[in-house]
């Protein structure tokens, strides 16, 4: 069997792996890199524009990340993290444009308002409490809150309607909220890697095996085009293959994974192609969740940019599955299983027995029930004009606790050895929008060369606000938001100024 060695090597072709290739090379371009996915193209699982909720998750308006407290107060500590975690990703794409490492922003993101929108007194006065503990919080300073007809008609031009004249609605919007099209981000950073002769990319290649060698790790190939089987040998082995990542963890041996395992949740979107309905709506909206429903289906209507186009996601609907992947295997989490991880599972599946059947109904209800779950957004849809898309696969995280129980995590993990020669990123949401922060977890843990001297001056300069916070220093945050905003052309401009003006009034 054929083999070469590489100083880093990456498993899966999304928008992890892509952005820690990315932030190494451009700390110490002289290390070797290879990426291998595969797919036949890059970001084409979880990362891909259909498959992931797409909008960068910001914290602005998603409630599931501000929950109530018994004494009616509301705790925001995870919005404000997951804000600024945000804002580092913002800087780092900034960055990369300035350079002329990604093409125009349009390409990848667009700027689109974020709004939170409830229905009902006691969800208006939950929304109401929820924008009295953000607005006095540096990150969520700009976000407006209105109760009043006219102002909601014009936030909301596609879900205000007569109907809602019955009973008390609410919203809040934040203007410089944003749609980003992580499967196109990842193909421009993957293509910008791939002018470096120091970093090799490789796709339509699968992992057959793993195993620990003196000083690193052998991973063997199958190339799926040429029948060929090689092998790769490398001193850090990162993996950020989405759902698969459980399993090649499990490959590997080490000790670190004992007792994990999968909770798949697969999804469905409700899609319009009707770019005229899309262009006036031109916000992503959360509401509540159903009770007993999970955080990755909590109902949002977004308007997304997809190939050059925009259209309306309406979901997405969680199903229970076996497979980890979109395109995986109906035994996936079968295989998954181990002596080690059994109990977990088992404790798991019975605690949470409730969200289980929840996710078989979901995934066995008809369109008509789809659009009836739309209907509360939008007056009487057009059947015709909204089809069911498959949005992506999610593989929860199952930990053990201390006393060797199972956990259920609605969260994303960054695992790494203690010899810091393999991280791995596990978990779902909020996913790809902290991808910058959480790969700098990786190298913080496993390359901290590389925040020291030289190395940290350059990261400096790419991430004006890396070492800092954004939540407490004022001023800082407005100078980031000054360039992020500019740079991506996320500001409103004079003219939208205006207007955005006038849907405040």
Known sequence: ?????????????????????????????????TLVEQGQQLAGESSDAWNNAGTGHAGYCELNYTPANPDGSVSVERALAINERFEL?????????????????????????????????????????????????????????SDQPDTLARWLPLIHGTRQAFEPVAATRVAHG????????????????AQHNACDIQLQCQVTDIKREAGGWRVHLHHLNSGEKRSITSRFLFIGAGGAALSLLQKTGIPEIRGYGGFPVSGLWLACNNEDMALSHNAKVYSQAPVGAPPMSVPHLDTRFI???????????????????????????????RSHNLRPLIDVGVHNWPLTRYLIKEALSPKSARLGELARFIEDPDPAQWQLVRAGQRVQVIKPTASGRGSLEFGTEVLSTEDRSLAALLGASPGASTCVSAMLEVIERCFPELIQGQPLQTLQSLIPSYGQSLQTDRQLLADVRRYTLHTLGLNTGAEQTQTERSLYA
């Open 178 to 193: 944003s749609d980003v099209n992580f499967g196109a981000l990842t193909r421009l950073l993957g293509r910008s890697l």
């Open 89 to 145: 990703s913002l800087q780092y794409w900034s960055s990369l444009v300035e350079k002329g490492l990604l093409p125009a922003p349009a390409n990848f993101i667009r700027r689109v308002p974020h709004l939170s929108w409830v229905q009902g007194a006691k969800a208006c006065d939950f929304l109401k409490t929820r924008h009295r503990a953000l607005e006095g919080q540096p990150l969520f300073q700009e976000m407006k809150f």
């Open 307 to 337: 190939n050059g186009k925009a259209a309306l996601l309406f979901g997405p609907f969680a199903g229970f599955t076996t497979r980890f992947l979109k395109n995986g295997d109906r035994l996936d989490l079968i295989r998954s299983v």
């Open 1 to 33: 069997m054929a083999g070469f060695n590489t100083d880093i090597l990456l498993i899966g072709g999304g928008v992890m792996s892509v952005t820690l290739a990315s932030l190494i090379q451009q700390l110490d371009s002289s290390r070797s890199i």
